[in-house]
């Protein structure tokens, strides 16, 4: 079945850091992947998703590129906000969620 | 729209006790979806249901665990009896047809089983 590999957390930036949270899957054909985040007290969301390969996922200025070639769809945000902390889910279309990564980030 | 309703928020019950979650998808959202989380890992899908007929269990303890979708509305997901390891957050998610729509998760019950 499928699986999802999620880089280890928590990780701490300071305000307007580049942010990269790396994402692999294995998995039978081409699914749809997806990003999920859950802010402090809330529910998990959708963030962003890719329906097939090279697909490019954007949302609230972060962007996802699906990859078949490494079976990645890593999340990057150019400049982190304080309202960004929140722990991110990589998930496929087969109900496979990575394990999430906590993200803090200080003024 | 109003959200995915979850009941209870919260529930402790001592081991070999049974419990029941209650939730109400989305209106007009065809998947309901339940996910147990536990503390410091990803949501793991327990059951999928396309209206009121389920599409898959495969991860579902069916000797504890059971759930049923009445007139493809209302769910509910019930263990009896339950184990110190079923401690965790029960998710309820709908969405509008299958799981490469955007599912809309619920608050959650946190279950602590002492």
């Known amino acids: 079945g499928d699986s999802v590999t999620q880089m280890e957390g928590p990780v701490t930036l300071s305000e307007e850091a580049f ?54 769809f890593h999340l990057e945000k150019g400049s982190v906000q304080v309202s960004d902390s929140a722990v991110y889910f990589c998930a496929t279309e087969k109900l496979v969620f990575g394990k999430g990564m906590k993200l803090t980030v200080n003024p | 729209e109003a959200g995915v309703a979850q009941s209870p928020r919260y529930k402790i019950i001592e081991k070999r006790q049974s419990v029941a979650f209650w939730c109400n998808p989305i ?76 599912q809309y998760f619920g608050p959650g019950t946190r279950l602590t089983v002492t």
């Not at chain 1, 949270?21 to 294995?26: E, P």
């Not at chain 1, 859950?38 to 097939?52: D, S, V």
């Not at chain 1, 390969?53 to 699906?66: I, L, V």
């Open chain 2, 27 to 102: 209106s007009g959202h065809a998947t309901l979806y339940w996910y147990q989380q536990i503390l410091g890992q990803g949501p793991k899908l327990l059951i999928q249901f396309q209206n009121n007929g389920v599409v898959d269990d495969s991860q579902l303890p069916k000797d504890r665990f059971s759930a049923e979708r009445l007139k493809g509305v209302d769910s509910t997901l019930k263990i009896q009896p339950a184990k110190l390891e079923d401690s965790a957050v029960y998710l309820c998610a709908s969405s509008s047809h299958g799981p490469t729509y955007e």
């Open chain 1, 19 to 72: 942010l990269t949270i790396n994402c692999t899957y294995t998995a039978t054909g081409y699914p749809s992947l997806f990003w999920y985040v859950q802010y402090p007290g809330e529910g998990l969301q959708l963030l962003l998703k890719a329906t097939k390969a090279d697909d490019k996922g954007s949302n609230k200025g972060f962007e996802a590129t699906y990859r078949k070639e490494t079976t990645s």
